[in-house]
């Protein structure tokens, strides 16, 4: 299991094959250190990647020095925690396609124990949002429910800083690695959050974000809670994603209702209308987590 162990965290760290990749070779080898005896040809057969991807994949698995990256890792206080490890997360667990190593910087406790609740919303969320999260986040901190989301612009950053501002407790997902903050306006909050609450990630911290990371990372914002509030949003946007996954995950959503002639409400107005329930107040969510 230990060697397993290393050998995931190698494997994370070679480039060509993706989450799929990685996860058709786990499934086909038990012992993942043997997949250093197979040939381009044999590695390509299993992973389907292309050509050129496993040439870069072959090529990383034979030269990539991860002793050297573990050893910078934790000379600055970076974790990591791998699928098969005991304290991996049990809800993130079982959701599709569950990251096979994350990377942790801060409080790893939080990742156990306590109710979780996502919160989501726009990038672009007004005052509605601001006032409904300023009212409700110090009553859910209250009784120790941790905050997750996702650092972004507009709801997420609301949501951690008013977890941060009731003295409650808060995780950040990011969308790349813990060098590269984004956006740049939350390197602060971020900073802070690596000090005195959790961030986490699935890519390494050298690694850029990249547009499609996004909507990907959302299915652990929702994967890690135990359901996921959403204020406001557009329809076909990030926030309507993340519900998406929660929904499959069989998460509950919970939506923040608004007027039909706000863009921003249109999608949570039709979430609603599809079943997920409407908040009305802080008690719909305390009955919804059971605190």
């Keep these: 299991m230990k060697d397993n162990r290393r050998m995931l965290f190698h494997i994370h760290h070679c480039r060509g094959i993706g989450i799929k990749g990685i996860k058709r070779l786990i499934e086909s080898y038990r012992h993942l250190h043997s997949i250093f005896n197979l040939s381009p040809t ?9 050509s050129m991807n496993i040439e870069l994949f072959y090529k990383d698995l034979h030269s990539f020095p991860s002793h050297r990256y573990m050893k910078l890792y934790e000379e600055n ?36 124990g306590s109710t979780k609740l ?23 901190t209250e009784r120790e429910v941790v905050i997750v989301s996702g650092l972004a612009k507009g709801a997420d950053t609301i949501a951690h800083k008013e977890a ?18 984004y956006p740049r306006q939350n390197v602060d909050l ?7 609450h959790l961030l986490i990630s699935e890519y390494p911290p050298y690694t850029k974000p990249e547009k499609w990371h996004f909507p990907f990372r959302n299915r652990i ?8 509030l959403v204020t406001e949003a557009r329809k076909k946007s990030g926030t309507f994603i993340t519900a998406d996954y929660a929904l499959n995950e069989g998460r509950e959503v919970l939506c923040i209702p608004g007027s039909i002639y706000d863009p921003l409400a249109e999608g949570t107005n039709t979430l609603i209308q599809e079943g997920a329930k409407m908040v009305l107040s802080i008690e719909d969510i305390f009955s919804e987590l059971h605190v």
């Design 77 to 112: 206080d970076i974790e990591w925690i791998t699928l098969f490890d005991d304290d991996y997360p049990e809800l993130l667990k079982n959701v599709y396609d569950p990251p096979f190593l994350l990377f942790l910087k801060g409080d790893r406790r939080l990742l156990q």
């Design 221 to 228: 914002i929702s994967g890690l809670s135990d359901a996921v």
């Design 190 to 196: 971020a900073g802070y959050m690596m000090n005195h």
């Design 118 to 140: 996502a919160v989501i919303g726009s990038r672009n969320a007004t005052l509605y949002t601001e006032k409904i999260l300023h009212n409700m986040i110090p009553q859910l």
């Design 42 to 50: 044999k590695l390509q057969q299993i992973t389907t990647a292309s």
């Design 164 to 181: 941060i501002r009731s003295g409650g407790e808060t995780i950040g997902v990011l969308g790349g690695g813990f060098q590269h903050i």
